[in-house]
């Protein structure tokens, strides 16, 4: 390829995407490198396909599967929109379709020679598989596999107790299927030990399958039987879902030409997203770091700013990165659990309130839940607010927004929130620790 670019971005999933546009409408002659589709995992089977497949089983329950999938082909290709190159070019980024990889220092696409100043690698992750005997043999399904499955399982093996594996498992129990759930630990393990606990409650009062500590010696497929055996016991299903973490994709050739990787195999940058190899960066999910559409975004954003201007932005003091698991109800995820808060703060205080003290939850007949939140008893600033209920990741990022601008609890309880609304339940929660 003749022209030589300012930037090569390699992936157009939401780092690259939003990186390449930002780049483009500045003015620098950037490069887009996709081999897959445009808008990565995020779009074509991550948080796009899955949250239309909740919202689906929340509001309609038993919903065929072929009505199912002819919905998320729906939503997905209008959120991609209809154009081909995805409307790269009109905010001045030229795309190719390829696999980029390193040949020593320089960039290639299926092998062709690319010139460019600046590399960024935002390559992304693929699912990880744990390794169990006979696990890849049985080809379980993956999140890239699970929705273009031809029928709904009657059974359902889920391994894996994180976000993936319980917004997966409890949708497709609530479309019918029975689910189990196989955690190598405890579920949701990221979560304040009361939300972790209620989350628990409510998937096997709902009628899920949750075991967890369990080490799956074997699995195998058999006569379309798929088999998982748990200490002397075999287990029976019809499908097996694995959502076991996430591996980094890193471009070949790119560790040869001295790209460091961190011990998790992912690539180890800086703050603003420096690798070892010059004039090459990393963002987005295979730099490691929280793996969410917004906090790739973010870091997209803050690198497009230190390659138009050429110095690494200041980061606010106290960089949150809220986050939610859209399980039904849902989980609102921001600043400090109990936990942590109690492990770096001498003293806390700790108010739990009800869903169904405010008004809206039971308007909305949605009054399971409740909301926890955590402050400095000295200062009564803000540090972690943590919500299983109804609207739970809308909420998330009011309490993100207090904790971040370092508000104490007093700021939060003396600003009218409207009525009838779930923002209330924040609202009244700072309240009660005013008191
Ligand atoms: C089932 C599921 C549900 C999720 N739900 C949510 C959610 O609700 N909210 C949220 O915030 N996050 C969610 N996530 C996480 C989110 O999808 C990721 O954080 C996000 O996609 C990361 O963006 P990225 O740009 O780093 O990488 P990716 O989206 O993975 O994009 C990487 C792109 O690079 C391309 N690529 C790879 N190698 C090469 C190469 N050598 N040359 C050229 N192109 C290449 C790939 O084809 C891909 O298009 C979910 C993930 C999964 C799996």
Redesign the pocket.
Known sequence: MATRFDVAV????????NLARALGKAGQRVLM???????????????IP??ALIHLARERGHVPWAEVQRELAKVTTEIRGSAADGGLPGDGVRLVR????FAGRDLQIDGEAVAAKQVVI????S?LMPPIEGLTEAQPLT?RTLFKMRELPRRLAVIGGG??GL??GQALAMLGTDVTIFASGAIAPTEDCDVAAALRRHLIASGLEVLESVSIGRVRRTDGVVTVSVGRGVRRFDELLV?AG?AA?I??GAVEAGLKLDVDGFIAASRCGKTSLPGVWA????GGGP??????SYQAHHLARHLIDGRCPGRPRELLVP??I?TTPEVGHAGMTEEGARRVHRDVRVVTLAANRVDWFRVARQSEGFVKVICDSRTGRLLGAHFFCAQASTLAGEAALAIQMRLRVKDVANTIHPYPTSSELFRWACAALVE
């Open positions: 390699l992936g157009d999933g939401p780092a690259g995407d490198v996709e081999a897959a589709e445009l808008g990565g995992e995020c779009l074509n089977a991550g948080c899955s949250k390829g696999t980029a990889s935002a390559t992304g992750t699912p999140n976000p993936i917004e997966l959502a996430r994709v471009p070949a963002i987005g999910d295979a793996a969410f559409t917004h906090h790739a986050w939610a859209f």
